[in-house]
Structure formats: C-alpha cells, structure tokens
C-alpha cells in the first residue's frame, strides 16, 4: 500500500468560457498536513470541491490510497473516508448539534445515542461542544468545531479545510491549526486551503501551489521560503499596493464627513447589534474596521452607509454615500440588467418623471472608460461581464455618485489578483481626492495594507488599539489590550 | 357579415378582458408580486360598475360610464389592497391570499345577484340591466365590438411606456427582479413599490371588470368571469411580461376561447379544453426559459 | 341539543378529513423546501381518478387510483419545480390550472358532455367499538368512514418518520439549509421529488375521500380551493404532521357550521358560510404573523448556489 493518501491527477474544470482547472495536480501523504496555497481564485476550492464529489472534473483522475475512484456525489467520497469543512459553513442554524453531526446518516435517529457518541468522539479530539445546542445560538469558533467534528464522525481519514481561519481571531486560529497537527499524527491527512503563506510555513509538511488552475509549485513546507511561494502564487503579477503597506499620514484632520454618537442598533429579534458606539471618519482618511464575523461590524457598515436605521443616537452623513457591499450579485448588481441600468439605481429612489436614458447611457460610457470595465458597451448585461469587471462597475458608480464618502465590505472578495489591485487603487485615489473612506474586510491583511486607522468591532462595542497585529487581535478577540 | 369577421369580432370582444387582466398580471409579475388574484379583482370590479349602473339615474348621460368605470377600478384596487396589506404588515404570501379573494369575491357576487342586488322579479340570479348611459359605445357598428378594445390597447402602450421611461416603471423593475439590490444600491423603498404595483394592478384588472359589465353583459351575473385572472396568467406570461406582447398573446388567446366555445357548440369538444391549453403554454414558456438560465448559470 | 352537537362534531371530523390528508402530504413537500400550490390539482385528479378506479373495482380501487392520479399530477410539478428548477408559483399555478380543465375535459370524454350524475359506491361510516362510546367526542371521532381511522395511523407515522429517522431529519435539513444537506451526502433533488410526490399521493387521497367518503359523485372543480386551504392549513400547523391534523379540524368545523345553521334553520345567507373557510384562511395566516418557524429555504429556486 502506498503512503499517497489522496491523488488527484490533471484535473480540469471548466466552467462555460471559464477554465477553472487547468490541468491540476495534488499529492497529499498519509500522516502530513498538506496546505494549497494560491490567491482568490486560484482554483483551491474548486480543486476540493472536486476531491469531495461536490463537483465531476471534465478530465484527469482521482486516487484515494492508491486505487482510483469517481465520486458522483459527495456521498461517494464520504464512503472512502473523505470529509470537508467547507469555507462557508455547511451547518443548519435552525438544529442541533446533534442533528446537524447525524445528518447524512441512516436508519431511525435517536439522538441519545448521537449524544454519546458526540461526547465520546470530543474526548478523543479535544473539540469541545454541546451536542444539545441550537446551532444558531454558538458562536463562529464554536460552529468551526462542530463542522469539524461533523466531518471526522464517519471514520474520515483525509480532512479537506477550506479556509477554516477566516471566520476566526488570530488566537483561535493557531489553536485550530494545532489540532490539526494533532489530527494528523496516527496517520490521517489534512488539505488545509489557505491563501496565507504564514499558517503554510509554520503548520504544514507538504505544500501545494496553485495558480490559475494550475498547479505551479509543490514540495517540503521544508524547503520552501516565503519568497519562493510568493513568486508562485502571484507569478509575474506582483503589483505594487499589494505588499506594500500605506504609512499612516494623519498629519492634518480634515473635515468631519461620517460621524456617528451613541449609535445603538437593535436587530428585528431584538438582540443589540451596535451599542453606543461613537465613530468619526474625515475627509481624505480610510478608516479600516477589523471585527470577527458576526460582531456588528456588518450593521456599522450599513448604518455609515445610511442603509441602515439606528434604534438610538446621532447619525451625521451626507445625503449619499456610495457603498460596496460584500454580496455583489445580491445587493449591488441586477445581473439580468444592462451595464446602463445598473447605473442608473443611482438616485433611483429620488427621481422624477422620466428617465433620462441619454444621459445615463453617456455616464456609463464614461464608467466604462475611467474605471477600465472591460466590456463592449453600455448596453450589455451585467451577468455576463466577470466579477472583476463587475466590481469594477460598482466601485466607479459608488464612488462617482457620491464623490464625499465611501463605505467599502470585503471589496476585494472573489476577484483575482489584478482585479484586486485595480479596486485598491480607486479607493486609495478616491482618497486621495478628499473622500472620507471606511473599508471592512475578514482579511486583516487586506484593512492593514489600505487604512491609517484601525477601529475594531467587538460584540458591538467599537474600540480603537494601535495599529498593529498583535493588539488588533486581542481587541478581536474582546481582550485588553495592553 | 361573413363568418371570419364574425369570428374576429369574437376574438376580439374575448380579447379585451384578457389583455387588460394580462396586464394586471403582467405589471404585479414584473414588480415581483405573485398576483393570481386578478379574477376576484375582475370581479370585485364588475360588481362595482354594475352596482354604480343599476343605481344612478338614467338622466346623467355618459357620466353613468365614467362613473361606473371609476367605481370599477377602485373596486379592484381595494380587493388587491387587502392581499397588499395582508402581505406588507403579517407576511401573508399573496398567492394564497389572492386565491382566497378570488372564491370569496365568487361568493360575494353570487350572494349579492341573489340578494340585494338581484332583479326586481327575484327569478333570476343577475342584477337588472345598467342604465343606457354606461353603456360602453360600440367600435363597429351592427357587432358586439366595443370601445374597451381601444381603451385595452391604448393601456398596453401606456404600461410599455411607462415600464420602459419613467422612473416610477424602472422602480417597480429594479424592485421585482432583484429587490435586495433595488434597496441596497438604490436606496428604493421596495415595499411601497411593490405595493403601489400590486393595488395598480388590482385597479387594472378591476376596470376590465368594468368594461365587462359595461360593453358586453349590461349587468352583473354569477360566474361573470370563466377564470379570466387565470387566463391572464398565461396571456402575461407567454408575453415575457412585456405590455405590447400581451396585446398579442391576448388576441390569441381570445381566438383560442372563441374557437373552444365553437367547438363546444359544433363538436363537442369541452371548453374546459382551453385551460388545459393554457397551462401547457405557461408550462412550454418556463420550460424554454428555465432551459435558457439554466445553460446561462452553468457557463457562468 | 346533545345530538346537534354530536352531529356537528362528526361533520367536523368528515369535512377535516380530506383537508388534513392534503396538509399532511404538503407539510412533508414543505419540509423539503418545496411549496406545492399545484396540490389543488393533485387532489382533483384524486377525485376523478376516484371515480374512474371505484367503476372497476370497488371503492378500495378507487383510492389506490387516487392515490395514483394525485401522484401523476405531482410528478408534472416536481419535474418543473424541482428537476428544472424552475419558478415554484408559476409552475404551481400551471398544475391547478392545468388538472383542473384536464379532469373537466377527461370527465365529459369519460362520462359523456351531459356528466351522467354518476354514483359511486361509498363507505359507510364504520363504528370502532368501545371507543366510540366515549362520550360527547366518541362518535364524532370513532364513527367515521375507514379512511379516516387511516388518517389516524399515517398522522404518527409521518410524526415518527420526521423527527425519528435520519431519512426524515435529511428532509428537514434539505428544507433549512439545502446546502448543508448536500454536503453531508444528501441528495437534495431526488428527496425533494420523493416529497412532492408524498405530498400528491396524499393530495390524491385527499380528492378521493371528497368523492368516497362524501360526495359520492364527481363534480368539476369540487377540489373547491382545498389545496390552497390546505397550504394555509400548514402554515398554521407550524410543519409539524400533527400540527396539520390539528389545525385541518378547526377548518373542519368552519365548513361543518354551514349544515349546523341549515339544520337549525337559520335564514342566514348561505353564501356567508361558503365563503367563511377563505376567510378564515386569511384570518389564520395574519394572526399566525411573526410565530411561524417556517424552512427557511421554503420556496427557494436558486439554492445550489451557494
């Protein structure tokens, strides 16, 4: 038998025009932690989707232990012992623990019995959770475990971690990424998918590199240095915003734009998502907002964008603010209309009479053109332009539609690297022109290389700690900082 | 008259109600408002102007239409509100309110031709003849063929050109095809839009209740609409929801009546064969449709 | 006035029971995610195929039938809704309209354009003994035609499936967060089938009680809005099976007053009482506001995406 536990072999995927995969190859060892590694879009997740049967590659093959297999569904991979955690946790809010750990399963369900076995199966990994809890009452950290206690419930011995450290603080990120360690010493497997080169070196054996469906790096976590896998991932595409993080400049406080006093939210079931927090963002700054999921941070974006009603306190914003909201295809985009349409939602709730489509048409060519959409005219369908161009869109009508103040969630989701680094710039020149600016993102990194001041959102509560890595993970986290 | 004018004439005269409650239907789809309500609406506004008929004096001349169209269209607009408002304060998903409507919009009628409003010798279940006044004056002279022909073509284009130009349409579009982008990125109070939209829709399938009772019945019956809300569905839809399509898709399906109520005549066949046909059409139009996104979203 | 009452309470148990087998067969459609406003023609189909299964063979055949014809007319929605994805509403709607002209149309080819007023054999109210001595309730609930002593079987069995078998806690999950169940090795698709079909052979019963337990004859469109009744019926059933039973009897006995007050002789419209369980539909839906624990993929096309 050989020690190869999971082979996947020149995978390609494609998706319509889209290659995905473009001939991809992963060896994953028995008893190693293996780390895939490559920018948003590189292909990670469609390459383990691919492992788990959650999607069938149009060529290549797939070994587990040596014998090859074909999954039609992910139950087939579930069969031979692979499980994922999936990026986006995969859990039903509404159940428990133990319904949602049993799920997939057989025969009559006594949840007594899934119980014990919960608490049998906790013991031996050290991931602690109350099998009788509602899902949606446990916090981020606590739903990680479950998900991973879900996937090691059925005899798993190669576990697939898509990204498990984005909806958690640095703190419990390590610990995780430990226990994976552990997890992996009597000889399972763990693919842990990151884009982070730090949790690569520090924690896995093997690494794999992808970059454009491709894999273009593989090797000893051993032998490999940042700077090898930087040139790997990014390739020749290295762009200057990317790495090189802005110096604050605060020297003198322009203008008040955005500023909020004593804001409290309530939600619709009256839990308190933003408690007496005071806020101001002046012209010509970027206010970084670092929060774990789940913590208000995504109501203190909506109410600075005015799109969201506060239950107490003073709320002082312009009549507009352009806002980037993190769900494109949902909340800033209507896929099914024109480039045109799209932008003329601008001041849709205001206007009169009749559309001016001359002029709208005309705005959107000027869109096109300043802010590089590459697309061949106004009139095409937003559906059919990639998630690059698409952002592109909303960034230069948010921007130019307010032209004071900007509110930006995870901007930079989905897009690859150059996509990314044409959205950086516009925020940064958007600053430079005097507007006031706040950027949230789930990636540190990403808030760190854009903002001058970081404000971090804890349990509603907003704090301001120096900026810094180390402190800003506390603060996080809900500790003091020192 | 020949047989085929006398078949147009049919087509049409079926047509008219079909392409107004098309539009009712066609205006609420679009602002993504499940209205399978337009038959109670059509109802609700048929009793309106028949009751508005019946009861003003005969000396007010063309007045009595006006009126009796007016009463119609507000008729309508109330019995949409309702299932609006059932659905804007309690959640209340339309198209199970809209279906109750419709039967109790039935009965409503049907208690009222047998009760208060029925004819002076209480033998048969209608209301007596609306006053000469509203009448709706005849297109062609010496055919069934009415004015409400040209007030439905004449609303086709209105609702086109407002969906298309103005900015309330564009807001009723926005707010129907994707309403968390419609409020997120244009700040578009979409409640009120689709609300607005589905009373306008009522108001539209009332006033071809109407029309109805003024152009062609002269009077309020039970069962006064063979389910043309439902009809409607299928008129709306086959259009791709575009106003100036269900001027079209109206006249055919008209024509598909007429030629059901012939057939029933001559050969036998059922008319109830007709919504077979009808559900087929809407069937055959999601099928191509889903087919077409769904080879979309895969290439995406 | 014991025997009005008893009377009553019987006539509350007939009129719930076509109305409970719908919503229970719809409770485990939307728990699946999947709401089926076509179940309207499952259940008229229900009752033609009734008739035309009881001709052959007995009024046994005639549910088995049913049964068969509520599933067929099932099938046509979870093609569209479920197989294509397509728009549950409209599809829904489609599948009312088209069983509802279909049976009208089948009915005069089967029967003739006059509609022979046909009879059909019917059950006779059988009494289980002991029980129904109980007094007051015991003959309302224990003299009743044998479909419902079914009913009284398939209401725990379909309780006990739900909450006490991984096949039922899978629909559950399909219903709440599709996504979770797929990648736990669920597949969604055929399970949401699988329960849209449940759901018309139920709706299917549904018809052929109104026509062997009941009518005992055929009527265009004697569905009469039972399907949509019985999706409100769901709704304030809160998706438990036996919520569904529950609530089908206060339904029940909306439509049971109708024959209290004629055979009170009240001078009271009749029209008020037909038109009562829509009202009463509208009234429970706004009341049950803010309450409900509805799937919270209920009525979703677009779930795989995610």
């Given amino acids: 038998m050989s020690d190869v536990a999971l082979e996947l072999a020149s995978i390609t995927k494609r998706f319509g025009r889209l290659t995905a995969l473009d001939g991809a190859s992963l060896q994953a060892m028995r008893g190693t932690v293996h780390a895939l590694l490559g920018e948003n879009g590189a292909g990670k997740t469609t390459l383990m989707r691919i492992a788990f049967g959650m999607l069938r590659p149009d060529s290549g093959s797939i070994a587990v232990d040596g014998t090859g297999r074909s999954f039609a569904s992910p139950a087939d991979a579930i069969a031979v012992g692979i499980g994922m955690v999936h990026q986006h946790f995969t859990l039903v809010p509404a159940m428990t623990v133990a319904e949602n750990i049993a799920l997939g399963g057989r025969g009559s369900f006594r949840p007594a019995k899934i119980r014990d076995a919960i608490l049998a199966l906790s013991e031996r990994t050290g991931l602690a959770v109350d099998p009788s809890a509602r899902i949606e009452d446990l916090p981020a950290g606590a739903q990680q475990r479950v998900e991973i206690l879900k996937a090691l419930s059925r005899d798993t011995r190669i576990l697939i971690l898509d990204e498990p450290t984005a909806v958690l603080t640095p703190t419990e990120s390590r610990e995780l990424l430990q226990k994976a360690r552990e997890l992996v010493s009597n000889g399972g497997t763990a693919i842990l998918i990151t884009h982070k080169l730090r949790d690569a070196l520090e924690f896995a054996d093997d690494i794999t590199v992808l970059r454009r469906g491709s894999t273009v790096w593989s090797g000893r976590a051993s032998e490999a240095t940042e700077e090898t896998l930087v040139a790997a991932m990014l390739g020749g595409e290295r762009t200057s915003t990317e790495m090189q993080p802005v110096t604050a400049i605060a020297t003198n406080r322009n203008a008040t734009v955005l500023s909020l006093e004593n804001v409290s939210v309530r939600d619709d079931a009256g839990v308190e998502r933003l408690r007496y927090v005071t806020l101001s963002v002046h012209a010509g700054e970027i206010v970084g907002i670092a929060a774990v999921e789940g913590n208000g941070q995504r109501e203190l974006l909506r109410v600075l964008a005015g799109r969201m009603r506060v239950t107490s306190g003073d709320v002082r914003i312009p009549a507009v603010v352009g806002f980037i909201p993190e769900d494109r295809h949902r909340d800033a985009l209507i896929q099914d209309f024109s480039l045109r349409d799209n932008v003329a939602l601008l001041g849709a709730s205001t206007r009169r009479g009749v559309m001016g489509w001359a002029a709208i048409g005309r705005q959107t060519r000027e869109l096109i053109r300043d802010y590089d959409v590459r697309a061949p005219d106004e009139l095409t369908r937003a559906r059919s332009l990639s998630g690059g161009n698409q952002q592109k869109l909303v960034v230069g009508r948010e921007i130019e539609g307010s032209q004071t103040a900007l509110v930006a969630e995870n901007p930079s989701r989905g897009l690859d690297v150059q996509a990314t680094a044409a959205v950086h710039a516009r925020i940064l020149a958007a600053r430079d022109a005097g507007m006031a600016v706040v950027i949230y993102s789930s990636d540190l990194d990403e808030v760190l290389a854009l903002a001058e001041r970081v404000v971090v959102v804890h349990a509603g509560k907003v704090t301001e700690p120096s900026r810094e890595y180390e402190s800003i993970g506390r603060a996080m986290l809900g500790l003091p900082v020192s | ?300 | 006035m014991i025997d009005g009452t008893s009377a009553f309470l019987e006539g509350v148990v007939r009129t719930a029971t076509p109305l409970a087998f719908a919503a229970l067969g719809e409770t485990v459609t939307e728990r699946s995610g999947i709401i089926n406003i076509g179940l309207e023609g499952s259940i008229i189909a229900g009752a033609l195929g009734a008739v035309v299964g009881a001709g052959y063979g007995g009024v046994w055949a005639g549910f088995a039938f049913a049964a068969v014809c509520g599933c067929a007319v099932a099938a046509i929605f979870a093609l569209f809704a479920v197989t294509l994805r397509a728009d549950q509403i409209i599809s829904g709607t489609a599948v009312t309209l088209l069983a509802l002209g279909g049976t009208g149309t089948l009915y005069r080819v089967l029967y003739g354009s006059a509609g022979a007023a046909l009879n059909t054999p019917t059950l006779d109210p059988a009494s289980i003994p002991l029980l129904s001595r109980i007094p007051v309730v015991g003959r309302a609930l224990f003299v009743q035609p044998s479909i419902t002593y079914v009913l009284y079987v398939l209401v725990p069995v379909v309780m006990w499936w739900t909450y006490r078998t991984h096949a039922g806690l899978g629909l559950r999950a399909i219903g709440e967060n599709p996504a979770a169940a797929t990648a736990a090795g669920i597949r969604a698709k055929k399970v949401q089938f699988l329960a849209v079909l449940f759901g018309g052979l139920l709706g299917g019963i549904s018809g052929g009680t109104l026509v062997l337990a009941q009518a005992g004859t055929f009527v265009e469109g004697m569905s009469a809005g039972r399907g949509f009744i019985a999706i409100a019926i769901v709704v304030l059933g809160r998706w438990n099976p036996l919520g569904a039973a529950l609530a089908a009897l206060v339904f029940g006995a909306a439509s049971a007053l109708q024959f209290f007050f004629q055979a009170t002789g009240s001078n009271l419209p009749y029209q008020l009482f037909l038109a009562f369980p829509y009202v009463l539909t509208l009234v429970a839906l706004a009341a049950t506001h803010g309450r409900t624990n509805s799937p919270a993929a209920l009525g979703r096309q677009d779930f795989e995406q995610s």
Avoid: C
């Fill in chain 2, 1 to 300: 008259m020949t047989e085929t004018m006398a078949f147009v004439v049919d087509m049409l005269v079926h047509a008219t109600p079909l392409v107004i409650t098309g539009l009712a239907v066609a205006l609420a789809f679009r602002a993504g408002v499940w209205n399978i309500g337009a038959d109670g609406q059509f109802i609700a506004g048929a009793t309106a102007a028949a009751w508005v008929g019946v009861s003003v004096p005969a000396g007010i001349g063309w007045l009595a239409l006006i009126i009796a169209l007016v009463a119609g269209v507000i008729a309508g607009a109330i019995w949409a509100a309702i299932a609006a408002w059932l659905r804007s304060r309690f959640g209340v998903l339309e198209v199970i309110s809209t279906i109750m409507l419709n039967f109790i919009a039935t009965y409503g009628a049907s208690f009222l031709v047998r009760g208060p409003l029925q004819e002076p010798t209480h033998v048969y279940p209608q209301t007596s003849g609306i006053v000469s006044g509203a009448h709706m004056p005849i297109l062609l002279r010496g055919t069934r063929l009415h004015w409400g022909f040209v007030i439905a073509v004449a609303l086709a284009v209105i609702a086109w050109w407002v969906m298309k130009y103005s900015a309330t349409g564009f807001r009723v579009r926005a707010s129907g095809v994707n309403p968390f982008a419609a409020r997120s990125a244009g700040l578009i109070d979409v409640s009120r839009v689709t609300a607005f939209a589905f009373v306008a829709s009522g108001a539209i399938a009332g006033m071809a209740g109407a029309i109805e009772v003024s152009g062609v019945t002269f009077a309020l019956y039970e069962n006064i609409s063979p389910g043309y809300g439902y009809t409607a569905i299928a008129v709306a839809l086959l259009a791709g929801l575009n106003p100036l399509g269900v001027i079209g898709t109206g006249i055919l399906f008209g024509a598909l009546e007429t030629a059901a109520g012939t057939m029933q005549r001559n050969i036998g066949i059922p008319s109830t064969t007709a919504s077979v046909i009808e559900a087929i059409v809407i069937l055959a139009v999601i099928a191509v449709a889903q087919l077409r996104a769904n080879r979309v979203t895969t290439s995406a």
